[in-house]
C-alpha cells in the first residue's frame, strides 16, 4: 500500500491503470463465487496491506478517497465472504488510532476480520504465520516463497 503511488497515478492521468487494478480484483473475486455456486470449494483469501511508505499526502488527498470508498464499496456489496481477514502491517500510531475509532462502526461479521499493527515485526509476523504457511508467504512477510514480478 504505502509502495503504490495512487495520487501519481491519478494526476498523471494513469487512473486507467487503477481502475484495471480494481477491476481485476473483482473478476478475481467473481470466479471465486462462480466456484463455490458450483459446488467447488474455493478458500477465501488473507489480505496483507504494508503501511509502510505511507503518506497522508500521498495516499488521502481528495482525488484519492473515492479510489479506496469504491474499493470498499464493491467488496462489502459484492464479495464479503470471500475474505477470510485483513491484516494491516506497519500502520504508523494515527492510523492505529483511527482503526480503533472506526471499527466499532464496521459491521460484526467484518469488525472481526481485520487486524491492525504498528512496526513490530514479530508481532504481525507472528500473527500472519499462524494461518499461512511459510512456503505461501513472501520473504517480506516472514516466508519463503518468491514471487514473479508483475
Known sequence: MGQCHIRKLILSGNQAK?????IFLSETFSKLNRMAEKGQNPQ?????ADMNGLSVTEHFCLRC???FITILTVYQEHYPEMIKS???INTPRIGLSLVSLLLPFAP????????AYGFDKSEWQ???LKIIKPDQLN???GGTKLS???
Open 108 to 115: 460484526p461479521n467484518q469488525r472481526e476480520l481485520f487486524f
Open 44 to 48: 477465501q483469501g488473507v489480505i496483507i
Open 148 to 150: 514473479k514480478q508483475l
Open 139 to 141: 520473504p517480506q512477510f
Open 126 to 128: 507472528a500473527e500472519i
Open 65 to 67: 478517497i473515492p479510489i
Open 86 to 88: 485483513i491484516y494491516v
Open 18 to 22: 487503477l481502475n484495471r487494478a480494481i
